[in-house]
């Protein structure tokens, strides 16, 4: 649990908050970060307003895999191909397709590492060449489009299966290498240390998520921001949090201000009527659209969607 400044709190107090923000996340980022989700694709393409501070940071993040996984791929071929006496002894198992042996699936793990760290630098490498041509006038259409965030976000599944098999091997190996009392400490302990590092920084992004912090505007006021103590801005933050998460809205309509119809001359309860009724709009729009995506092409044609 991370210690915040306690100014006479009760430590009750502190872990119920600790708790609540550990909620934020769904139980599959526990395992897998946030970013590495459509969802956190979706925020940041509507997120950004500006379309050149949207193509650099998908391009920045693009640069950071490819010498992740370029270090992770060497790594991968250099125990494949190792010279020492455990490599050896996996390299003759796999020709002998030794099945009941453990040595046999690090192998089959660790090759498979190799091809998902070989496709993941590919598919990396390809988005990065693609999307830095588009100009910034036009990168929202294409990056918000299904195909441009499909495109974005296949990178990122391919590196969380490269990541997976390589804990697998490693894992396996650990059982090889180690008693079998030892390799299953060591490994409820990684395992334990990967929990906590992936559910802190999903936890981290469903605040910025909810909290509306990739967009260009603030989340107070200057003043409000400067008077506010750490944790209090941790708790006030994790409030904003929470009541967005209640809401579930639209990604298309978060980054819009609730408050910009009444500025046009509506009235408050026109504006917020308004907001829910496209809110819910949107959402039967993208129900219809993503049940589409499994019929098949005569039950389309036969059956076209409805506006």
């Given at each position: ?21 550990l ?25 950004k307003h ?12 693009f ?29 003759e198992?796999?020709?002998n ?20 760290s070989?496709?993941?630098l590919v ?15 036009n ?44 390799a ?5 302990m990684?395992?334990?240390l ?12 469903r ?20 008077s ?11 409030e904003k ?17 609730r ?49």
């Open positions: 649990m991370p210690h915040f400044d306690r100014e006479g709190r009760p430590r009750r107090h502190d872990a119920q908050k600790w708790f609540s923000l909620s934020l996340p769904k139980f599959i980022e526990y395992f897998i970060s946030v970013d590495h989700f459509p969802g956190w694709r979706r925020h940041l393409s509507w997120a500006d379309g050149k501070s949207l193509r650099e940071h998908m391009t920045q993040r640069a950071s895999n490819m010498v992740f996984m370029s270090l992770l791929l060497s790594a991968e071929i250099a125990v494949l191909f190792s010279p020492s006496a455990p490599a050896d002894t996996m390299r198992r796999l020709k397709s030794e099945y009941d042996t453990v040595d046999f699936y690090a192998g089959l793990a660790l090759s498979m590492s190799i091809f998902l070989l496709s993941a598919a990396t490498f390809t988005a990065w060449a693609i999307i830095s041509s588009i100009s910034d006038s990168a929202h259409c294409i990056l918000r489009s299904s195909i441009g965030l499909h495109a974005t976000q296949l990178p990122s599944r391919l590196i969380v299966s490269a990541i997976g098999a390589f804990l697998i091997w490693n894992i396996l190996f650990l059982f090889i290498l180690l008693p079998k009392v030892w299953i400490i060591v490994t409820v990684a395992c334990t990967y929990m906590y590092i992936v559910s802190i920084y999903s936890a981290l992004g605040l910025v998520m909810f909290t509306k912090a990739m967009a260009g505007e603030p989340i107070f006021k200057k003043d409000e921001e400067e506010l103590p750490p944790y209090d801005l941790y708790t006030t933050l994790l949090a929470q009541k967005e998460k209640k809401r579930s809205p639209n990604v298309m309509l978060f980054y819009r201000t408050d910009g119809d009444t500025a046009n001359g509506h009235t408050g309860g026109e504006s917020v009527r308004n907001y829910d009724e496209e809110n819910s709009s949107l959402f039967q729009r993208e129900a219809a659209q993503d049940s589409n995506i499994n019929m098949s092409p005569r039950s389309i044609i036969s059956n076209p969607p409805q506006n």
